[in-house]
T-cell receptor, first 115, second 109 residues
Framework: DTGVSQNPRHKITKRGQNVTFRCDPI?????LYWYRQTLGQGPEFLTY????????KSRLLSDRFSAERPKGSFSTLEIQRTEQGDSAMYLC?????????????FGDGTRLSIL | AQRVTQPEKLLSVFKGAPVELKCNYSYSGSPELFWYVQYSRQRLQLLLRHISRESIKGFTADLNKGETSFHLKKPFAQEEDSAMYYCALNTGGGNKLTFGTGTQLKVEL
């Protein structure tokens, strides 16, 4: 178990460009979450998947944001036409959901900087 | 709407002193609360959850529904406890978490 893996660790891009982040969850985990964390704040929920189905999206997730988990394994988060306000740490977490509530395991995050 | 409040951004204590990190929540449903910790250069990790009623690394937290609080306590702080601590609330469907803004604990020698 190598834990949740996120790539890249850092991404610097110019305003208006598109970016894509990848998250590889713990292999047997069926739930995958995306959070965003800005300076001085706690993580804020963006969206989550159960297997390949995206079950909920936060109002924080504008139409420039899209997330996929095509085979119920890894997930990608794409931001189109990036803006200064998108600069943040993007965190991925996964969990195994069975009969009882389960803990979430977090990755190291991808830090996005918009120039 | 659900909310988690951690009133202190920074808490500085001396080694061996008691520690209390405050957390208050607002939620209309049945709350499930967690404390997550992030040590320097490490990822966010679960410290403890209220339903387990456990003590991890000497820390305990009791859910007080009357005061809507879930304060984290440790009787004697250690240097290795220095970290950022986040209180989080499981807001039902999907088990998504609502986090507080975090408290940086600094244990001084």
């Amino acid at each position: 178990d190598t834990g949740v893996s996120q790539n890249p660790r850092h991404k610097i891009t110019k305003r208006g460009q598109n970016v894509t982040f990848r998250c590889d969850p713990i292999s047997e985990h069926n739930r995958l979450y995306w959070y965003r964390q800005t300076l001085g704040q706690g993580p804020e929920f963006l969206t989550y998947f159960q297997n390949e189905a995206q079950l909920e999206k936060s109002r924080l997730l504008s139409d420039r944001f899209s997330a996929e988990r095509p085979k119920g394994s890894f997930s990608t988060l794409e931001i189109q036409r990036t803006e200064q306000g998108d600069s943040a740490m993007y965190l991925c977490a996964s969990s195994l959901v069975g009969g009882t509530r389960s803990r979430q395991h977090f990755g190291d995050g991808t830090r996005l900087s918009i120039l | 709407a659900q909310r988690v409040t951690q009133p202190e951004k920074l808490l500085s204590v001396f080694k061996g002193a008691p520690v209390e990190l405050k957390c208050n929540y607002s939620y209309s449903g049945s709350p499930e609360l967690f404390w997550y910790v992030q040590y320097s250069r490490q990822r966010l990790q679960l410290l403890l959850r209220h339903i387990s009623r456990e003590s991890i690394k000497g820390f305990t937290a009791d859910l007080n529904k009357g005061e809507t609080s879930f304060h984290l306590k440790k009787p004697f702080a250690q240097e290795e406890d220095s970290a950022m601590y986040y209180c989080a609330l499981n807001t039902g469907g999907g088990n998504k978490l609502t986090f507080g803004t975090g408290t940086q604990l600094k244990v001084e020698l």
